[in-house]
């Protein structure tokens, strides 16, 4: 994993997994283009008191069980499914989420982690129509 000025990313064609042996060290960004499993916690070492260290995002399905995820924010353009893990961080999901018998305890995005608008090309958006 990278620094906080120049975090890691890792491009990943398939699907991701994450099991209680991992241990996810610094700053990164996971971008994965299929499912990501993880199961029985990770080690992500707070390296920032007030902010997230890892992100993964993922274009499929995301099941997060057994364990505590600290530090991570998890964002996927399908489900997200919580069962018997405590996440502290962020989860954004654009499908269906479910959590059972689990915990999720916010922690601030970092800026590092995060996409830029700053510098984006302004787009008109229809926000209502009638007819």
Do not use: C, W
């Amino acid at each position: 994993m990278g620094t906080s000025s120049n975090p890691e990313i890792i491009h990943i064609i398939g699907d991701l997994t994450i099991n209680s042996s991992a241990s996810l060290n610094g700053f990164g960004l996971f971008l994965v283009e299929g499912h990501v499993f993880a199961n029985g916690g990770a080690t992500i070492p707070q390296m920032d008191p007030d902010k997230i260290n890892v992100a993964i995002y993922s274009t499929l399905n995301m099941v997060i069980s057994n364990g505590t995820y600290p530090n991570v924010m998890f964002y996927t353009n399908s489900d997200f499914q919580i069962t018997n893990a405590i996440i502290t961080g962020h989860v954004i999901s654009l499908g269906n989420s479910e959590m059972v018998s689990g915990g999720l305890y916010h922690k601030g995005a970092n800026p590092i982690l995060l996409p830029s608008t700053e510098n984006a090309k302004k787009r008109a958006k229809v926000i209502s129509y009638y007819e």
